[in-house]
C-alpha cells in the first residue's frame, strides 16, 4: 500500500513562489556582481526554469511523477543552474566570462544558502529549523552581496591574497617588505631574463 500524502495548495504556491523569488534575485546578484546587463524578462525566465524544477521534485516527493532520484541528482542539480545561467545571460556572457558568472553564481549562492541555514537552526531546533527565518536570511545575504558587500568581499581576497610578505637582503642588510603581486608586470632583467620587481 502506498503512503497518503495531503497537498495543500496554497503552501505548494508559497513554496514555487519562494522559490522563484530565491532564484530570481540570485540570477539578478550574479549580473551584478559579474556586471552583466540583462533584461528583468530574462532573469524571470531563469528563475522559472528554477521554480519549474523544484515543482517537478515536490510532485516527485509526493510520488505524483516518477524519476524523483534523477530530479535530486547532484549532476541534475548542476544541470538546471547551467541552463538558468545560459538562459539569463547569454549571449552577453560568452566563453570565459560565462564561466565567472556561473562561478559567482555557486559562490553567492553557497554564501546565501550557508546564511540562511545557520538562521534556520539558530532561531530554532535541530529537529524543527524556522524554515521562514532561513528564507528571508538567505535573500538578505543575497542583496547584500549584490547592491554592498561584493566590493568588500573582493578587497578582502585582494589584500589576502595579492599581498605577500617579502625579504632583500644586499650584502648583510634585511629589509622586510610587503609585496604586491602584479599579474600585469612582465619586467625582466635583461641580462639574466629573471623577473624584476620594483621597490621605493
Known amino acids: 500500500q502506498m503512503p497518503g500524502y495531503v497537498i495543500y495548495l496554497d503552501?505548494?504556491?508559497?513554496?514555487?513562489?519562494?522559490?522563484?523569488l530565491f532564484e530570481f534575485i540570485l540570477l539578478w546578484a550574479t549580473?551584478?556582481?559579474?556586471?552583466?546587463t540583462t533584461k528583468l524578462s530574462r532573469i524571470a525566465l531563469g528563475a522559472g526554469v528554477g521554480a519549474l524544477h523544484y515543482f517537478l521534485f515536490l510532485l516527485a516527493s509526493y510520488g505524483l511523477l516518477p524519476h524523483y532520484g534523477l530530479l535530486r541528482f547532484?549532476?541534475?542539480l548542476i544541470a538546471i543552474s547551467i541552463i538558468?545561467?545560459?538562459?539569463?545571460?547569454?549571449?552577453?556572457?560568452?566563453?570565459?566570462q560565462l564561466l565567472r558568472t556561473a562561478a559567482y553564481f555557486y559562490g553567492i549562492g553557497f554564501i546565501s544558502a550557508?546564511?540562511?541555514?545557520?538562521?534556520?537552526y539558530l532561531f530554532g531546533s535541530s529537529h524543527n529549523p524556522?524554515?521562514?527565518?532561513?528564507?528571508?536570511?538567505?535573500?538578505?545575504?543575497?542583496?547584500?552581496?549584490g547592491e554592498l558587500g561584493w566590493g568588500?568581499?573582493?578587497?578582502?581576497?585582494?589584500h589576502h591574497v595579492y599581498h605577500v610578505g617579502i625579504k632583500i637582503?644586499?650584502?648583510q642588510r634585511c629589509v622586510n617588505l610587503t609585496a604586491l603581486i602584479d599579474t600585469g608586470n612582465k619586467l625582466k632583467d635583461p641580462l639574466t631574463n629573471q623577473p624584476v620587481i620594483i621597490v621605493e
Request: hydrophobic letters at 55%; zero cysteines.
Open 114 to 120: 550557508g546564511a540562511g541555514l545557520a538562521a534556520g
Open 152 to 158: 568588500i568581499i573582493q578587497k578582502r581576497i585582494y
Open 169 to 171: 637582503v644586499v650584502d
Open 84 to 96: 538558468m545561467i545560459f538562459v539569463t545571460f547569454y549571449p552577453h556572457a560568452k566563453g570565459k
Open 74 to 76: 547532484f549532476p541534475t
Open 31 to 36: 549580473g551584478q556582481v559579474a556586471k552583466i
Open 11 to 20: 503552501t505548494l504556491i508559497i513554496r514555487l513562489l519562494t522559490n522563484f
Open 130 to 145: 524556522q524554515s521562514v527565518v532561513a528564507v528571508l536570511v538567505s535573500i538578505s545575504a543575497i542583496l547584500i552581496i
